[in-house]
């Protein structure tokens, strides 16, 4: 299980804190949508589980550990602008291949063509470019999923496309998912749990429907 716990995280240029106190889990297979408005500490949340930014205080663990810091990361994050996450001198097959192999059915699941990954990446569209993002993170090494807005640059009809492939997959491996997102409508229709994050505090829905 992945676990936050007390997360605080303060920006070095900011008087306010980024994160205030978070504190969330997730099981094997599992979905958790957090959803909130812009500048409401979504993308540092998702930067500070996937080990890419230091807490200030509190810890986020799997299994009661803290997550290696060196090889593969067993909690990958995917990103909504996917042009700064591949190297412009590699094809997308190659940069694929860095992460794992998969086989055809993965790749049909997400509409990726044999073509499109002979292909650099200032030769696909955005979209293009986010199917590959995900499925190379995707590893079976994965252990937890961290989207945020990932398929935002996705037209409404293959998002939801996408976000079918990701759930069969993910539940088929017992990887479990964090989804952020501005669209309440989208975490609701995947997510097992929801969460909001507003000015840096995570409040749970089920909280808020009691608290109606």
Known sequence: MLEARNIHY????????????????????????VFGAS???????????????????????????APPTRGF??????????????NPRWKLGDSLKESWTPDTSVLAAFEISPGLL????????????QRVALVR????ATRFLI???SSAMIDPINQAK???SLLTLARSRRCG?????????????VSDRMFELNNGVLISQDQARNRA
């Open 10 to 33: 303060d920006h070095a240029a900011q008087a306010a804190s980024a994160l205030r106190g978070v504190s969330l889990s997730v099981k094997p297979g599992a979905v958790v949508g």
């Open 39 to 65: 500048g409401a500490g979504k993308s540092t949340l998702a930067r500070v589980l996937a080990g890419h930014l230091r807490a200030t205080a509190g810890a986020v663990t799997i299994d009661g550990a």
């Open 73 to 86: 990361k067993p909690i990958q994050l995917v990103f909504q602008n996917a042009e700064t996450a591949f």
């Open 118 to 129: 002979d292909r650099f990446p200032c030769e696909v569209s955005g979209g293009e470019l």
């Open 137 to 140: 993170a995707f590893s079976p």
């Open 147 to 149: 989207c945020d807005e």
């Open 162 to 164: 996408i976000w079918k």
């Open 177 to 189: 998912i964090i989804a952020i997102a501005h669209s309440r409508a989208l975490l609701e229709a």
